[in-house]
């Protein structure tokens, strides 16, 4: 320690006895050298920890950069999510070096907090996932991790249907709860368990549904009236993973609808619910229902409903709802 003191004060003196333009260059040598060093450093350490390009030098990551690039993450740096301390950094380094993998491998962990820092922030720019039904059910009540679901397939956040079905498998085709209606068979889940709705149930809504069916409504020959009289969500009459068709029996709240009325005379309780009442419309408000069968009263009382005289909600056998009883079956 005392030779280190002694050689510094020899240094102070030497420096003392030079030139005071001497003194001046070094001084500015010295500031130069400072500075310049510093701001190198600084260049060195934002280009390995914050600029994706230095992880793009390694041979192994074309790929994952590429599928970064075009990806929602594009204009995130790779260390805001891949968390690693200068050690573990200079260990990667020093591997690819050595080592020259083939290959990439997993390395660098993403934390849960390091996808909240942004998707649970409130911040507008990300999408807002906390309060939403997916979320709140898988995340919050289920405790699973986001890297679970969204990480799977290299930087490909949105998970595919594989990934619902790792947990769900029940619902893979071929299985008891899978997708019965052929048309939806290759939709995504989330099509209709919207995961990002907020304040909601997972399950699908009438309003889920109506998001694509009311769509192909015309092409598809269906009507869905704001006035018709069942107004609650699709799934107590459709259940798509149970049946490819409505699977619930009219009767099974209707319990009176084969006897009452018209409706229990021998032709109409014989015929099909949806014979008359057509689906998402139910009422009969047209005189057409009527004569697809009753072809012969196609000219009685022309211009007028049907249900203006003949009273389904009657006693079986009565006749119209203005004149005497009648045996006939026929409106």
């Excluded at 934002?46 to 192994?60: I, L, M, V």
């Excluded at 019965?180 to 909601?200: G, I, T």
């Excluded at 029996?249 to 619910?273: D, K, V, Y």
């Excluded at 057409?288 to 049907?306: K, V």
Aim: glycine share 6%; charged share 20%.
């Amino acid at each position: 320690m005392k030779w280190i003191i002694a050689k510094f004060k020899q240094l102070v003196g030497w420096l003392a006895r030079l030139p005071v333009v001497v003194k001046v260059a070094i001084g500015v040598v010295l500031v130069v050298l400072i500075f310049g060093g510093s701001y190198a450093s600084y260049r060195i350490y934002d280009y390995t920890q914050n600029d994706p390009e230095f992880c793009r030098s390694c041979h192994t990551m074309e790929t994952a950069w590429t599928r970064w690039s075009e990806s929602e993450h594009s204009n995130v740096g790779c260390h805001s999510c891949h968390e690693v301390n200068p050690v573990q950094g200079a260990q990667l380094v020093m591997n690819y070096l050595l080592e020259r993998p083939d290959k990439n491998t997993s390395h660098a962990h993403i934390s849960d907090e390091a996808c909240e820092k942004c998707h649970y922030s409130g911040d507008p720019t990300w999408v807002q996932v906390e309060q939403t039904a997916g979320h709140m059910t898988h995340a919050e009540e289920e405790n699973i991790a986001c890297q679970t679901c969204h990480g799977l397939r290299l930087h490909e956040f949105q998970p595919a249907t594989e990934i619902c079905a790792a947990c769900h498998a029940d619902h893979v085709a071929g299985n008891e709860m899978a997708i019965k209606v052929p048309e939806m068979q290759n939709l995504h889940c989330v099509e209709c368990h919207p995961f990002l709705r907020e304040d909601s149930p997972l399950r699908p809504t009438r309003e889920t549904c109506l998001s694509c069916h009311q769509k192909t409504a015309e092409q598809d020959g269906v009507v869905f009236p704001d006035d018709a009289p069942m107004m609650w969500d699709c799934k107590e009459c459709h259940k798509p993973h149970e049946g490819e068709n409505p699977i619930v029996e009219c009767r099974s709240c209707h319990e009176g609808g084969r006897t009452e009325g018209l409706h229990g005379t021998t032709t109409h309780a014989q015929a099909r619910c949806k014979e008359c009442h057509k689906p998402h419309k139910w009422v009969v408000d047209s005189r057409d229902e009527c004569l697809a069968c009753h072809t012969d009263r196609e000219d009685h009382n022309a211009g007028q409903l049907c249900a203006d005289c003949h009273d389904f909600s009657m006693a079986a056998g009565t006749g119209p709802a203005t004149g005497p009883a009648s045996t006939s079956e026929s409106p």
